[in-house]
């Protein structure tokens, strides 16, 4: 990992807060990385931002927290003198879309999937970390959803939105940059740490790994790959995040078979041998269990 990919996980790491989690933005500092065609990663406290500027406006992808706002659209003004035209969430989590109202104000249309406007819309009694999330603000609500999939033409650039069905929730959406071999991955993709899994939003263990599996199908060796969280990554590092999905799948499914309890799988700790690797962040060993065998528990029949 170069420096700026362990600067990354580090503000990663002490900055991450999950739906619902109350955030400030004391000492955050915006971290730009430039991807080339016109396209950048935004680090600071949240899912990671992309950006496309170019003379058609500038396009972002996910804008954080709102105590963030003015210094994201300072870092964004830094790239490009052109407004920012659209934003687009890939998901309704608090630290993809808490900058809505700010982007709003200063002109940008939101999009999204149709399922995270409801979600926010509605706000949720208990989130999957166990917190209530009262409704979004009006303000802060998308004012195009699409079902599946969209596209944007826009600086040079064809950036396919294409909607992953139950995967880190039941409204993700993934961003491929077709000329500029970039994809923005959403919370499907998180770099080098085992993820977040959405049970209570639709999310499910199957939905990430056939979404990440789509990822890869979708990339080369050269595909830029900007992860929901973590640094940015590439075809080897999704294949890596994929290959320990299924591999926690396939020591939690004989748990659920065998009849134990939700506790009797963690206390099992079939995870053990990969939570030094992957369970040293936001999601450690137990939770993964737990996701995994909430997601197993409640497949369709
Ligand atoms: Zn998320």
Redesign the pocket.
Known sequence: MGRLGAMVAGAAVLAFA??GVAQTANEVEIITQDLGSGLYALYGRG?TIGVSVGEDGVFVIDDQIADLSDDILGAIAALSEEPVRYVLNT?W?G??VGGNEAFREAGAVLVAHENVRARMASGIDESVLGQPVPPANEAALQSITISENATFYMNGQTARVIHVPRA?TDGDTIVVFEEANVIHMG?IFWNGFYP?I?VVSGGSLDGMIAGLAFGLSLADDETQIIA?HGPMGDKAAMQAAHDVLVDVCARIEPLVAQGLSQDEAVAADALADLNGEWGDWFIDGEMMTRLAYRSISARPE
Request: aromatic letters at 0%; a negative charge.
């Open positions: 999950g739906p899912g998901h989590h630290d993809h880190h919370d977040l959405d929901g």
